[in-house]
């Protein structure tokens, strides 16, 4: 929950960051209509409230070898708290998941997970998600195309 409620120039802000988190705070400070110092001072703060938690550059996945998407449907034999906690601990172990989401529906957790090709995929599910903790079963969506990727 945020602290403090965000004004035009916080949100002009983060919205000018998240096109480009490159941004110089001169070039910032220009598009948003403020001097250095003040920018500098609400970045500090939006960094200090969790409103900008960290600056990423954009891999072009494809041409890291990690071009195929798969999503995951993971249901689990047990949903009580531990079994959860055990689930969720274990998912951060595994580099070829890029998302986790729980989820309300008929399953549990969402996976998007990204591999080489679908033998590198089949492997990972194979050897490494379905063996998580308290798995019961998957069902797998590959990607066809990616549409949007923000």
């Known amino acids: 929950m945020p602290t403090t409620q965000l ?3 916080d949100q002009n802000i983060v919205d000018a960051l998240s096109k480009d988190g490159r941004l110089s705070v001169s070039s910032l400070a220009k598009q948003v ?3 250095k110092t003040p920018v ?3 970045l500090r703060r939006l960094e200090k409230e969790g409103f900008i938690r960290g600056y990423t550059a954009i891999i072009d996945r494809e041409r890291m070898g990690e071009g195929h998407i798969a999503f995951v449907q ?4 047990d949903t009580r708290s531990v079994a959860l906690a055990e689930f969720n601990k274990a998912i951060m172990e595994i580099p070829e998941i890029d998302q986790c989401h729980m989820i309300a529906a008929n399953f549990d957790y969402l996976l998007k997970v990204r591999t080489r090709d679908i ?6 599910l194979g050897e490494r998600i379905s063996t998580l903790p308290h798995v019961s079963h998957t069902s797998t969506f590959v990607a066809m195309e990616t549409v949007k990727d923000r």
């Open 7 to 9: 004004d035009r120039i």
């Open 40 to 42: 500098q001072a609400r």
């Open 33 to 35: 209509g403020l001097s």
């Open 74 to 77: 993971v249901t689990l034999s």
């Open 119 to 124: 033998s590198s995929y089949r492997r990972i």
